[in-house]
């Protein structure tokens, strides 16, 4: 549904964010503020949040006539409005997606033939434009079997093929998956060093699971014979 449209009869509008969540957000940002003596700016008028929010869900700016529709709107339900509706337009959807791809699949070609950027792409779009969750997603990712071309996800797996093994390389698949789901950066030692004794993993371990479970290699396996 194109954000311009506007529809009267929404009334679920402007209710997705729980009061308790974002009261919670507004007291950890006014805490953080308080201890590093950050004075926060004023409030940007409803039509620079407009632009903003366009912006960073769409990667557009707004249209004349979603300014005029949301102008028309209360003022006190108008952002949180057109917050829902960008979240619901598919947009949002295929610009987020293409974020999201290239934090986990990277901005390269990737392999000849084994990986299918468009088609992950999209299927990421479905999955955002769908509300799925994103522990179902990151599931989906890297526990997919089947062909990179019937089961998009699992290009996220034969985005790493290593020619050479044949198989997806456990090493980058272990640093791609520590950076997109858990944002780390070096072994998941060195982020937590408090961590008790025994509790330390870092990529290697990873990589020795993904390497013994060999879930890389159902993607390309030929079907059995009947």
């Not at 337009?89 to 299918?116: H, K, N, Q």
């Not at 198989?167 to 998956?177: F, G, N």
Request: aromatic share 8%.
């Amino acid at each position: 549904m194109s954000p311009g449209s506007w529809p009267e009869d929404r009334t679920d509008l402007g209710r997705s964010a729980p009061a308790d969540v974002v009261k919670a957000v507004d007291v950890s940002f006014r805490g953080r503020w308080e201890r590093e003596g950050i004075l926060p700016a004023p409030r940007a008028d409803d039509l620079a949040i407009m632009r903003r929010l366009s912006l960073a869900l769409t990667g557009s700016i707004p249209s004349l006539e979603e300014i005029r529709a949301f102008e028309a709107r209360p003022p006190d339900r108008r952002v949180a409005e057109w917050v829902d509706l960008l979240l619901e337009d598919r947009r949002s959807a295929d610009y987020l997606a293409e974020r999201f791809t290239r934090a986990f699949v990277g901005t390269e070609a990737g392999p000849f033939i084994v990986f299918r950027r468009r088609r992950f792409r999209s299927w990421l779009s479905d999955q955002i434009l769908e509300n799925r969750p994103f522990d179902g997603i990151v599931r989906d990712l890297i526990a997919s079997d089947g062909l990179w071309t019937d089961r998009p996800a699992t290009n996220f797996l034969t985005a790493t093929y290593d020619p050479e093994r044949e198989i997806p390389d456990p090493d980058r698949l272990a640093s791609r998956s520590a950076r997109a789901f858990l944002g780390l950066t070096g072994s998941l030692e060195s982020e937590f060093p408090d961590q008790p004794s025994g509790h330390e993993v870092d990529h290697r371990q990873l990589d020795e699971r993904l390497a013994a479970g060999r879930r890389p290699l159902v993607v390309l396996a030929q079907p059995a014979a009947p």
